[in-house]
């Protein structure tokens, strides 16, 4: 019999030259399962999984292949890279099949089985990683992050994952944010100048600017609100550029491009390509709609991709860069006192950050359903990672508060996270009063279902924008907390926008409080209802020539 060693240099040596059905072959025909070693059940593993991605079949074989490597030796390092893939097959496989059925159990009972050998061992930590994000428990997720920043075995992603999820926790401060963006700053590759061009200070006729983003796809949110710029600009004074960064382009992207002068992909490109394709242009200004989200090249703005380096829209905080000039905000979001606590010089734009496009359809009012139903529905159809337990814990709080209350929320594709949060609904005693509806492909009818809501609850610290946004636009009152830092005060200026003080709370106590004053004033609550249907489209939310205005004459500043 051929001598376990030789067949592991035979196929690690077929695996390296991409012969991922030669080491199927090999390893299946020349060893039996109880006789593989770890490392041949890992490389089994790994090439069915690489020669037949998101194939559930090749998935399935594979998570056996890695299930049986751990068992056999469960602490080693070839052990603990089998269980690493175990979890992230796994992961792959339930994001695949809707009717997979599996218990997350089974992985967290081998990663306590085996903790203690895992803690500098970046793999199972973002394979963890990946199971709390499918979870809904960004406070697990974040540990699992902050291991691997500790470890010191990190890339520009892990950094950028680490940082944003931060968002979702209030337990950091915004001098936190700070820090760590310095940090993430150190850590960034620079590369040297003799291999990039050099960036000219000479300026055209006109402003050039370029506007960098991995999001302009159909029905991303991103979109909404850079349409309201690209479509409202002086073609005599500014020209301007669309930086891609996603391989994937769609009818979305072929209509945004007609808005421009210029397009280009940059997604198969390199750094130093990258920053020489946009240096070569001589931009003014390139605007970051990325930060530390989506397909991030923080890299790019890093090593200086034009004159002036702007942060605006995608991330609603400091980046921490040196060399990220500015960040676009209103007196809502940043107080004069605070811009310390930003890396960027802030730009305050008069009076709000963003502004929506609107959509291609009639607005319609509608009556407040509590009228017909005789009972107050709330609802929430922001991403369910921002719903976290002190959420749960106040929405479940109004609901005992106000009888016979409802609260509506719009399931995301992620099943376990709904699952999670029915479980968090029920040990508050109110799961009998949450619906759970499920996400429909036709965006007209996702905006419809804001016909049976009375108030929409905002989350925290993480605020919905785009669904505040959507809300107001079908005429429905946004329910929001003040925050402490940018991206926790999203809600309070687009109330502040609407003249909506009186829905912002001061803190949980006082938001429940204002959702039980609205429950139980009726007709203050239909004359606000009126108002916001009435008001929304003359406000600075969805006013777009004049926030277009406005975002154009802060670019000059800028360039002055």
């Not at 592991?8 to 399962?33: C, D, G, M, W």
């Not at 050998?117 to 970046?122: E, K, L, T, V």
């Not at 992050?145 to 968002?167: H, M």
Request: proline share 2%; hydrophobic share 35%; net charge positive.
């Amino acid at each position: 019999m051929v001598s376990l060693k030789k067949i592991e240099l035979e196929t690690t040596e077929l695996f390296k030259q991409k012969k991922y059905s030669a080491v199927v072959f090999e390893i299946s025909s020349q060893t039996n399962e109880d006789d593989r070693s770890v490392f041949l059940c890992n490389l089994l593993g790994l090439s069915r999984i690489t020669n037949n991605e998101k194939n559930k079949d090749a998935l399935t074989l594979a998570i056996k292949d890695f299930k049986l490597g751990y068992l056999k030796e469960k602490n080693t390092t070839h052990a603990i890279d089998c269980l690493a893939n175990f979890i992230t097959t796994n992961v792959f496989l339930l994001d695949l099949e809707k009717n997979y059925e599996f218990d997350f159990s089974e992985i967290l009972n081998f990663y306590e089985l085996s903790e203690k050998f895992c803690q500098n061992h970046r793999p199972i930590n973002l394979a963890m990683a990946m199971v709390y994000r499918r979870l809904n428990d960004a406070k697990k997720l974040i540990f699992h992050f902050k291991r691997v920043i500790e470890s010191n075995k990190f890339n520009s992603i892990d950094l950028c994952n680490y940082g944003y999820w931060q968002c979702f926790d209030k337990g950091w401060k915004q001098s936190d944010f700070l820090d760590y963006g310095k940090f993430l700053d150190g850590n960034l590759k620079s590369i040297p100048q003799n291999q990039l061009v050099e960036i000219s200070q000479k300026s055209g006729l006109k402003i050039k600017i370029g506007f960098l983003s991995a999001d302009i796809i159909e029905g991303h949110s991103i979109t909404y609100f850079l349409k309201s710029v690209l479509s409202n600009y002086d073609k005599n004074k500014f020209e301007i550029v669309l930086f891609l960064n996603n391989p994937k382009e769609d009818q979305s992207t072929e209509n945004f491009k007609n808005l421009v002068d210029k397009t280009i992909n940059i997604s198969n490109l390199n750094n130093v390509d990258a920053l020489n394709r946009s240096r070569e242009l001589n931009l003014d200004i390139m605007v970051d709609l990325m930060g530390y989200t989506s397909r991030q090249r923080l890299e790019l703005f890093k090593n200086r991709m034009a004159k002036k380096q702007v942060i605006w829209m995608g991330y609603c905080n400091t980046t921490g860069l040196k060399n990220m000039d500015y960040i676009i905000s209103d007196p809502n979001l940043i107080y004069s006192n605070e811009e310390s606590l930003y890396s960027e010089k802030v730009i305050y734009l008069p009076k709000i950050w963003n502004a929506h496009c609107g959509f291609n359809f009639e607005r319609k009012e509608n009556p407040p359903p509590f009228i017909k139903n005789k009972y107050f529905t709330f609802g929430s159809f922001n991403n369910f990672d921002k719903i976290n337990p002190d959420v749960v814990f106040t929405w479940s709080k109004i609901l005992k508060k106000i009888n016979n209350s409802k609260l509506v929320l719009k399931t995301s594709t992620k099943r376990f996270a709904t699952k999670r949060l029915k479980q968090l609904f029920e040990k508050n005693d109110v799961l009998n009063s949450v619906e759970f509806i499920h996400k429909v492909p036709e965006f007209k009818k996702h905006l419809e279902n804001y016909n049976y809501i009375d108030i929409a609850l905002d989350t925290f610290p993480y605020n919905g924008v785009t669904t505040s946004f959507e809300a107001i636009w079908m005429g429905v009152p946004v329910l929001t907390m003040a925050g402490y830092n940018f991206n926790s005060r999203c809600g309070e200026s687009i109330n502040k926008n609407l003249g909506m003080e009186e829905l912002i709370a001061k803190d949980e106590d006082d938001y429940v409080q204002k959702a039980f004053n609205l429950a139980n004033n009726y007709q203050d609550y239909i004359n606000l209802r009126k108002s916001i249907f009435l008001d929304a489209i003359k406000s600075p939310l969805f006013n777009v020539h004049d926030y277009s205005k406005s975002f154009f004459e802060a670019l000059k500043t800028i360039v002055k």
